[in-house]
C-alpha cells in the first residue's frame, strides 16, 4: 500500500541554521513526490515536486529536495532558515489521482 | 478567479444537522479533490472527480458523506446528520491533469457543537 512517514513531528532550528525535514515513501512504481507548506490559518502551498528527471529539485521560499530511490527518500532541506519559515510541512506521493499525505512536521525557528 | 475558492470559511453546526460546502476550481482543472484535515488523522482523501467519469469515493468515511460536481466545475461535499467527529477543515484541490501539481483552497472549518 501507499504510505509516507515524516519521523519527525516537531522539529525546532535557530533562523540562520540549516534545515532537513524527512520523508520516506513506500509505492509500487516511480511515484510522483512532494513537499506541501501550510502556515497557521492557511491552505496548503506547494513548495516543490518530483515527477522525473534530475534527483535534485530546486522549490520556491529557497527549498529543495532531493529524491534517493535506493533509500525511499524525499528529504527537504534549506541552508538557512527564516523566522518566517516557521510553519507544518507535508510530504506527499501520488499515483495517477490522489495525494497519500505524511503526518506532517511542525517547523518551528527561533530568532 | 485565480485560485481554488471555498465556501463557507468556517461553518458551525448542532449534532444531525446537514451540510454543504462548496468548492470553485480553479477554471479548466478537469481534476477535483476533497480532503479532510483533523487531528490525530492528519491529511485525508475522501473523493476525486475527473471529467466525466465516475468519482473514485473510497475515501469517503460513511454513507453520511456525498458529494457532486455539476458541469465539471463547482462542487459540493454534504454532510447528512453530522457527528462531533466529523469536526475538521475540509479541503478541496484542483489539478490540470490527474495526478498533477493540486492547487488547494483555503479551506471549510466545520464545527460540530
Known amino acids: 500500500a501507499q504510505s509516507v512517514t515524516q519521523p519527525d513531528i516537531h522539529i525546532t532550528v535557530s533562523e540562520g541554521a540549516s534545515l532537513e525535514l524527512r520523508c520516506n515513501y513506500s509505492y509500487g512504481a516511480t511515484p510522483y513526490l512532494f513537499w506541501y507548506v501550510q502556515s497557521p490559518g492557511q491552505g496548503l502551498q506547494l513548495l516543490l515536486k518530483y515527477f522525473s528527471g534530475d534527483t535534485l529539485v530546486q522549490g520556491i521560499k529557497g527549498f529543495e529536495a532531493e529524491f534517493k530511490r535506493s533509500q525511499s527518500s524525499f528529504n527537504l532541506r534549506k541552508p538557512s532558515v527564516h523566522w518566517s519559515d516557521a510553519a507544518e510541512y507535508f510530504c506527499?506521493?501520488?499515483?495517477?489521482?490522489?495525494?497519500?499525505f505524511g503526518t506532517g512536521t511542525r517547523l518551528q525557528v527561533f530568532p | 478567479g485565480a485560485g481554488v475558492s471555498q465556501s463557507p470559511s468556517n461553518k458551525v453546526t448542532e449534532k444531525g444537522k446537514d451540510v454543504e460546502l462548496r468548492c470553485d476550481p480553479i477554471?479548466?482543472?478537469?481534476?477535483l479533490y476533497w480532503y479532510r484535515q483533523s487531528l490525530g488523522q492528519g491529511l485525508e482523501f475522501l473523493i476525486y472527480?475527473?471529467?466525466?467519469?465516475?468519482?473514485?469515493k473510497s475515501g469517503l468515511p460513511s454513507d453520511r458523506f456525498s458529494a457532486e460536481r455539476t458541469g465539471g466545475s463547482v462542487s459540493t461535499l454534504t454532510i447528512q446528520r453530522t457527528q462531533q467527529e466529523d469536526s475538521a477543515v475540509y479541503l478541496c484541490?484542483?489539478?490540470?491533469?490527474?495526478?498533477?501539481?493540486?492547487?488547494f483552497g483555503p479551506g471549510t472549518r466545520l464545527t460540530v457543537t
Open positions: 506527499a506521493v501520488a499515483g495517477t489521482d490522489k495525494l497519500i
Open positions: 472527480f475527473q471529467g466525466n467519469s465516475a468519482p473514485d
Open positions: 477554471s479548466g482543472h478537469t481534476a
Open positions: 484541490a484542483s489539478s490540470l491533469p490527474p495526478g498533477g501539481e493540486q492547487y
